[in-house]
């Protein structure tokens, strides 16, 4: 299949799997154009970018950033010159940041003004950390960068195109809802928030709420209903004792990966993650 190289994220997630792409892409299943692909946890979709699969369903909890994806889909100029407006300058980062304090004003805004939103605090925030207290708020600090890409119009369109050509559902639920009507003729991508390799490591601020043991060990269960039924996964996590020994059944390789979330620059250094797979 001929790949469009400016279809790439358009948000910056924690745990995106851009720099990890050459390790991921050849424990693809062979004939992967036979599947259908799906993702449950998208976050960026570095992965279903660098695919570009003709058949998706990709879903994330976070209601937001798939609202984003369809205003991409449905309505990039309109997004593109929403973004055009936005200046920066801590005032203005603030003043949009607020946005979401008052739910009233939040929940009347088009959708095409919260994803407009979404980009411009993820591009201009610090670290381009997306995060979110219990209240569901945005809370990264100003970035102060000298001159972000809010308005990244080509890779805006060019994921446009891939998403208008090809059949790729989007949903923004609980990820076992996704996983429970999947044709036997699929491929999973897992990506979910990782188990924490230390106590202070623990990030799953990217929706209110969080992602512990008892979550790690349903996502383990639904991975062996997907092996039962036929269907291949990948998955990937940290390398934690409790992750391997999760996974003990099936096939495991530990890659190195970066870590740049870290308000420590020296400290963003190489994290041992876990590629899961139930296939050779």
């Not at 919260?114 to 950390?129: D, E, H, I, M």
């Amino acid at each position: 299949m001929s790949k469009n190289i400016l279809v790439s994220p358009i948000v910056k997630w924690v745990g995106g799997k851009r720099q990890l792409l050459p390790e991921l892409l050849p424990l693809l299943p062979r004939r992967l154009v036979d599947y259908t692909y799906c993702e449950p946890f998208l976050g960026g979709g570095a992965l279903l970018f660098a695919i570009q699969p003709k058949k998706a369903i990709v879903n994330d909890i976070n209601f937001d950033l798939i609202g984003l994806y369809s205003v991409v889909r449905d309505d990039v100029e309109s997004l593109i010159s929403e973004l055009q407006k936005f200046k920066n300058d801590s005032d203005s980062f603030y003043s949009v940041r607020e946005w979401d304090r008052d739910k009233e004003y939040y929940n009347s805004l088009s959708l095409l003004k919260k994803s407009a939103r979404l980009v411009y605090l993820n591009k201009t925030c610090y670290n381009g950390l997306f995060r979110v207290n219990n209240a569901g708020e945005f809370n990264t600090p100003f970035g102060n960068y000298k001159n972000p890409n809010i308005v990244n119009a080509s890779i805006l369109r060019a994921v446009n195109r891939y998403l208008t050509t090809n059949n790729v559902d989007f949903t923004s639920c609980d990820y076992t809802h996704v996983l429970k009507d999947l044709p036997r003729k699929s491929f999973v991508y897992l990506d979910p928030p990782y188990d924490p390799v230390s106590d202070t490591a623990n990030f799953t601020g990217y929706t209110k709420g969080g992602f512990g043991k008892d979550a790690q060990i349903r996502l383990r269960e639904q991975c062996d209903e997907l092996d039962s039924r036929g269907i291949k996964f990948m998955l990937s996590n940290s390398a934690t004792d409790f992750i391997k020994e999760q996974y003990s059944a099936y096939r495991i390789k530990v890659l190195p990966a970066k870590r740049n979330i870290n308000s420590i620059g020296n400290k963003r250094g190489n994290v041992p993650e876990v590629v899961v797979t139930n296939y050779e």
